[in-house]
């Protein structure tokens, strides 16, 4: 797995600042990563595990997403139309260094709708911590990491 319980650390950025922006969104694909780990590969931990965590690194998000809602109807459309708008965010910051170029919201930039994009990013998080949970099989080590990203978001 991507990330170490004690590196996980916060889902939601409390400041504008775009390294700190985007790590939160390599957090979201970790989890979305997971539930397609857990739903094709169940309880089998082979070797297939590591062909799968290959080819998952070789998808990008919006695919991944797609194939959630479309292929596989496990999120809701209106979690994918909020991950798609919080995709939106991260393309433009990971391609460029200035906040001004990302909106968020109708004719609103980033930073004067920074709270909505803030509530967003911890409701999309919660519904696929769900989304996680209905799809993985007993696993003592991620309940744990669940229940540690539960009690984040709460925050």
């Given at each position: ?61 919006n695919q991944k997403v797609r194939i959630l809602r479309e ?27 200035d906040f001004e170029n990302a909106t968020y919201g109708k ?7 920074f709270e909505e994009f803030q509530h967003d990013l911890k ?33």
């Amino acid at each position: 797995h991507g990330f170490h319980r004690d590196e996980f650390g916060a889902i939601v950025p409390s400041r504008l600042e775009r390294g700190e922006t985007l790590d939160y969104f390599a957090k979201l694909e970790f989890i979305i990563n997971e539930i397609i780990q857990a739903v094709i590969l169940q309880n089998d931990l082979s070797i297939n595990g590591l062909r799968l965590e290959s080819l998952n690194s070789k998808i990008d998000l919006n695919q991944k997403v797609r194939i959630l809602r479309e292929e596989w109807k496990i999120i809701s459309d209106d979690t994918f139309q909020l991950l798609m708008k919080l995709k939106s965010v991260r393309n433009v910051l990971a391609h460029s260094w200035d906040f001004e170029n990302a909106t968020y919201g109708k004719n609103k930039t980033l930073e004067t709708n920074f709270e909505e994009f803030q509530h967003d990013l911890k409701e999309v998080w919660k519904r696929l911590i769900v989304t996680y949970e209905n799809v993985q099989p007993q696993n003592e080590l991620m309940d744990t990491i669940l229940e540690d990203m539960k009690r984040v978001v709460k925050k």
